[in-house]
């Protein structure tokens, strides 16, 4: 099953293509990371999964459904970069109005606070709220009846670093009971480990989608391993394998990713090593070739 599924999405303004030939799908219990410089087409792709936009070309469904109609819209939840409530409303009052909206019991709303972390200012105006609390009382909207699909811009915006630990958690949590997440970030380091697969966008474009040790892999990417040498072994073990000096006392070496185990294997057996750290593509690496190649590997 499938709970977003896009096929040659097209969106134009005017004479200008925002997005051309987009194709994807989530399923239920995925994360999606969407990747793209600013202008790539990221904003304008949820906006057309929201219903807001109309494609050019292409199709475009939820769980079945088109977007902008009532079922759809039943599914799905969104939360933009920069959230902005009533500051005279307090949470309590805020959250209690998008329950209704969303035909769901008042009573959801405490456990929805308490579980973001903002339940012990419940009754305080919005307006009194730090940046990083209005986000997370945007996120327990977000959250309110059980979305199928979650839509997150930026979510981690004006967090601190414990509370993007504490947001990530959450949210593998709501992919853990079956909800599709995609999430826009320039953060790639955080999101490098939490989610199932990458979306790199350029230029309104779908230059590369996957695992991120698939197209690590596809784009050939290699392994960076140093060694560090004991005393005086430097030289020897430059000999011996090759590589750049590093500060003198260590080398740089890399390698095909499917020969990294061997090689490592081989610098750990040998008694002039002291240390080896071995450092694999990480999501900066693969978005900044892709981003650089147009999807050319």
Not at 12 to 32: H, K, M, N
Request: with cysteine; hydrophobic share 45%; glycine share 12%.
């Amino acid at each position: 099953m499938t709970m977003l599924d896009v096929r040659d999405l097209t969106v134009r303004f005017g004479g200008f293509t925002a997005l051309d030939g987009l194709s994807l799908s989530v399923a239920p219990g995925e994360t999606l990371a969407l990747l793209g410089h600013n202008g790539a087409g990221k904003s304008t792709f949820f906006r057309s999964v929201l219903g807001f936009l109309k494609p050019a070309a292409g199709q475009l469904s939820i769980g079945g459904h088109l977007p902008g109609s009532a079922a759809a819209r039943g599914l799905v939840s969104y939360l933009p970069e920069n959230v902005v409530f009533h500051r005279a409303l307090t949470g309590l009052e805020v959250l209690s109005f998008f329950a209704r909206l969303r035909g769901e019991p008042v009573s959801v709303v405490m456990p929805l606070l308490e579980k973001v972390g903002v339940a012990h200012a419940a009754r305080r105006p919005v307006g009194t709220w730090s940046k990083g609390m209005r986000q997370r009382l945007g996120l327990a909207q977000a959250l309110i009846g059980a979305p199928g699909l979650l839509l997150l811009d930026e979510p981690t915006s004006g967090l601190d670093p414990v509370s993007r630990r504490d947001f990530y958690a959450l949210i593998a949590e709501v992919a853990g009971r079956g909800a599709a997440v995609v999430l826009s970030s320039h953060g790639l380091e955080e999101v490098e480990n939490r989610t199932d697969r990458v979306a790199i966008l350029s230029a309104g474009r779908l230059v590369a989608q996957g695992p991120l040790a698939a197209l690590a892999e596809a784009a050939a990417l290699r392994a960076q391993i140093r060694v560090t040498a004991r005393a005086g072994q430097a030289d020897a073990l430059q000999t011996r394998f090759g590589g750049t000096r590093f500060n003198g006392t260590a080398l740089e070496l890399s390698c095909d990713m499917k020969l990294k185990f061997d090689l490592v294997r081989r610098i750990a057996a040998d008694e002039g090593v002291a240390d080896i750290e071995v450092r694999l593509p990480s999501l900066n690496d693969v978005y900044r070739f892709y981003s650089d190649n147009g999807g050319r590997s």
